[in-house]
């Protein structure tokens, strides 16, 4: 028996019926069922409900957020909030693409609340995080893709709460002539757009998007302010050979790209694009040692990794390789 984990279900008091379920991705509807592989050992994580992920959930309901942890369906939800790690996810819960991977909704979005800057920075103090993860839905429909919401998302967090390390997840602006300087012009810690996969298979998983504007995008965060840190993932298990993901690498590393995230691909329904298969523990050992000999400074490979599991602790790590390597710079300079 798979065992599937609903949280959004459970953030009704009633379960939803099958009729609003569909809703959710209109676009996918019409598609035959994919099946739906049996997980393996090392996939398998607890079902959420610890005292800490109770008071985690309160906190997002009280301030009326919305968290990718539950609109992506993560299976790392129980570990994280327990720890009072949540990714605020932010202009709403409906995105305007339509990838083949994801389980946020798709649809026509509602306009931008002007409040949620505050209402987001208020729940990361409240929380007391010390690193926070702010990523979005599409918004194709904003002159500025939502730009400009999310470098005021930032600017009230620090206020908020200056102490703490912001991480953002950013989408493509694709067409959206530059906009993402204003965002990059806020000044985040972290500058996250995952490119999700091979070329290959963008026009199958992420219809959406364009690889190469992908890749620009995070070369232009290192040429407009190069103390950034700039980071990408990769999902695998969808049908991408070793030497398709090597290239991504080096791509990432021309792009000046400092952490790379490699995960197992996980289905959120039969009708989302197919499992092509569970990469095994080993392999992504394997491709955490080729990544690093690539030179990226930090690298979370898994099965169970995503963008923003463990980012506190792998943002500390990430910057202790960036001394370190500043230091090794310096000794060779003076020798």
């Avoid at 000046?256 to 197919?274: C, E, M, N, S």
């Avoid at 992504?284 to 930090?298: H, P, Q, S, T, V």
Wanted: with cysteine; hydrophobic share 40%.
């Amino acid at each position: 028996m798979v065992t599937l984990i609903d949280t959004l279900n459970a953030r009704a008091s009633e379960p939803r019926s099958s009729e609003d379920r569909a809703v959710r991705h209109p676009e996918k509807q019409n598609r035959p069922d994919t099946p739906v592989l049996r997980k393996p050992e090392w996939l398998r994580v607890r079902a959420p409900g610890s005292p800490g992920y109770n008071e985690t959930r309160g906190i997002v309901r009280d301030h009326k957020l919305t968290t990718v942890c539950e609109e992506a369906a993560c299976p790392n939800i129980g570990e994280c909030w327990s720890q009072k790690h949540a990714t605020m996810m932010i202009m709403g819960e409906i995105c305007t693409r339509a990838c083949a991977f994801c389980n946020v909704s798709t649809g026509l979005p509602n306009a931008l609340d002007a409040d949620e800057p505050r209402r987001v920075a208020e729940a990361v103090a409240k929380m007391g995080l010390k690193h926070v993860v702010i990523t979005s839905v599409d918004r194709d429909d904003l002159a500025d893709g939502g730009a400009r919401h999310f470098a005021e998302v930032v600017l009230a967090i620090r206020a908020a709460a200056p102490g703490t390390t912001i991480e953002i997840l950013t989408p493509d602006f694709l067409r959206k002539d530059r906009a993402e300087n204003v965002v990059i012009d806020a000044r985040p810690d972290v500058f996250n757009h995952n490119l999700e996969t091979v070329p290959r298979l963008y026009l199958k998983i992420r219809p959406g998007a364009r690889y190469y504007h992908s890749l620009r995008l995070l070369e232009r965060v290192k040429e407009r302010d190069p103390s950034q840190f700039t980071k990408s993932g990769l999902m695998v298990g969808l049908g991408e050979t070793k030497e398709e993901v090597m290239q991504v690498m080096d791509d990432m590393r021309s792009a000046g790209v400092d952490f790379i995230t490699i995960g197992q691909y996980l289905q959120p329904t039969r009708k989302h694009a197919a499992i092509d298969r569970f990469v095994t523990p080993d392999e992504f050992k394997a491709y955490e040692a080729i990544a690093r000999a690539k030179g990226f400074l930090m690298v979370s490979a898994s099965p169970l990794t995503r963008s923003s599991h463990h980012a506190g602790e792998d943002f500390a790590k990430l910057q202790a390789a960036r001394r370190a390597l500043d230091a090794q710079s310096a000794g060779a300079k003076s020798a």
